[in-house]
């Protein structure tokens, strides 16, 4: 397994599967937060869909393509070798392990994604997380495929795997702010999930998920407290830092 230098977001962890028919295609809860970090990621991306997607998704899977800079590739299990040459047109040799994002709904995948060289990365569905996973963690690695329960546990798998690949020779540095301030650094290329040429990681850690397994990824925390601050208390002139009320996540990470 080596270092992660693609990643391919299958149509099912992108888009909500249960809109009504008359309303037009949305995206699954948090998936926009997940394309804007992989944006900047300096990891190639792509979104792959089925030949019998509706017009409507794929004109939608097409518009995100656009927005955020990433490929389209279609992917079908009649298919699956040429979406793999297509991919290598668009990347080149990548020399590395490139992800494949894939909702547990499309298991008849699974059998043809087997025989590839990729790494894959199965979206458990609501109700179907598995009790066995890894401990002090919610992924399970099962050899070419790795389980998640969110979507949000998919930066810090890259970042697991990126660890692994480099014999944990790089500094993985988690970051907390809001997503505006974070969207202005990471524009500028400040938080690449692929390590940088001195040996850097950045990892976005997030208080929707627990905090103990994110930070086994990580060596160092950036963050921004202020943007985590509820309340001052202005009546008192002593001690005041016991004057700022910080929200239940930053007080986590401060514990």
Not at 18 to 40: F, G, I, V, Y
Not at 119 to 134: H, K, N
């Amino acid at each position: 397994m080596g270092v992660v230098v693609g990643v391919i977001l299958d149509e099912s962890v992108v888009l909500a599967s249960d809109s009504p028919q008359h309303e037009n295609p949305s995206l699954l809860p948090l998936a926009d937060s997940l394309l804007r970090k992989l944006r900047h990621s300096k990891i190639p991306t792509g979104i792959s869909y089925d030949l019998g997607l509706s017009d409507d998704k794929v004109s939608l899977l097409k518009r995100l393509a656009t927005l955020y800079s990433f490929d389209c590739f279609i992917l079908n299990t009649s298919s699956v070798d040429d979406a793999k040459n297509e991919i290598m047109l668009a990347w080149g040799d990548t020399g590395g392990s490139i992800l494949y994002v894939v909702s547990d709904k499309k298991k008849k995948f699974f059998p043809k994604l087997s025989n590839c060289s990729w790494l894959i990365v199965v979206l458990r569905s609501l109700g179907q997380e598995s009790a066995d996973v890894t401990e002090g963690g919610s992924s399970c690695e099962n050899s070419s495929m790795i389980f998640i329960n969110k979507l949000e546990e998919l930066p810090s798998t890259i970042c697991h795997i990126n660890r692994k690949a480099t014999g944990n020779s790089v500094v993985t540095v988690g970051y907390v702010m809001k997503p505006s301030r974070e969207e202005d650094f990471a524009k500028r290329g400040a938080f690449p999930l692929y390590p940088t040429q001195n040996g850097l990681i950045f990892m976005p850690l997030t208080f929707e998920l627990p905090l103990s397994p994110q930070l086994q990824e990580i060596d160092i925390v950036l963050h921004k407290a202020t943007d985590e601050i509820k309340s001052i208390e202005l009546k008192s002139r002593t001690n005041f830092s016991n004057r700022i009320v910080y929200t239940s996540g930053m007080q986590d990470l401060q514990r």
